[in-house]
């Protein structure tokens, strides 16, 4: 069965310092890796995702992430964090083939403190 | 603008009393889901719809039900809501039924049964 895993619940990073938002799964086949970015009182934001090819991925706001297939992780790093990066953070996974399914982690609060 | 939306945004109801979420979107997506937001547990993922008349549960279903009539909305069904279905709901659509599509989110349902 498809998983994630978030292992913190809240990283907290000092302004202008580099942040990484952690995120491991487990897959039985090929995966699809997913963030997302909850500002309070909002619905989610996609900020990148990992499909094939480059094991780097940017996305929105400067924010990167590197799949390591080896370690089934795909950890979300942004090189200096902004006091408006705070907000919770959600890795997902979705299998190449068979389900449609989504699963989502458990969501990592970040705050970056000026 | 492309969006998502659902209403009501804040519901108080009873236990028992019969309620439709409603969300819509204007993208022409094909794929439509239900999400439920719940501290600690993330997102999860209630039913989903890789199209018109063809849905599908997710991790959660059970006191759920969906529809999809038309390709652009995707109302949720609680016929006998209870208080552990007190929760944040989001509905989301993405494009296509390609597993690499990103997701877009609607703005949130907080639902409260008493």
């Known amino acids: 069965a498809q998983s994630v895993a978030q292992p913190e619940d809240q990283v907290n990073v000092a302004e202008g310092n580099p942040l990484t938002v952690k995120c491991t799964y487990s897959v039985s086949g090929n995966p699809y890796l997913f963030w997302y970015v909850q500002y309070p009182n909002r619905g989610l934001q996609f900020l990148l995702k990992y499909i094939t090819g480059d094991n780097l991925v940017k996305g929105s706001y400067g924010f990167e992430a590197e799949f390591n297939k080896s370690q089934t992780s795909f950890h979300l790093k942004k090189p200096s964090a902004l006091v408006s990066d705070s907000a919770l953070y959600f890795c997902a996974v979705r299998e190449f083939s068979g389900t449609y399914k989504y699963i989502f982690g458990t969501g990592t609060r970040l705050k970056v403190l000026a | 603008e492309a969006q998502v939306t659902q209403n009501p945004r804040y519901l108080i109801t009873v236990t028992g009393k019969k309620l439709t979420v409603t969300c819509s979107q204007n993208m022409n997506h094909e794929y439509m889901s239900w999400y439920r937001q719940d501290p600690g547990l993330g997102l999860r993922q209630i039913y989903y719809?890789?199209?018109?008349?063809?849905?599908d549960k997710g991790d959660v279903p059970e006191g759920y039900k969906v529809s999809r009539k038309e390709k652009r909305n995707f109302p949720l069904i609680l016929e006998s809501p209870s208080p552990n279905q007190t929760s944040l709901y989001f509905c989301?659509?993405?494009?296509?039924?390609?597993?690499?599509?990103?997701?877009?989110f609607g703005p949130g349902t907080r639902l409260t049964v008493l």
């Open positions: 719809s890789m199209n018109v008349e063809v849905t």
């Open positions: 989301a659509s993405s494009l296509g039924q390609s597993s690499y599509n990103e997701q877009f």
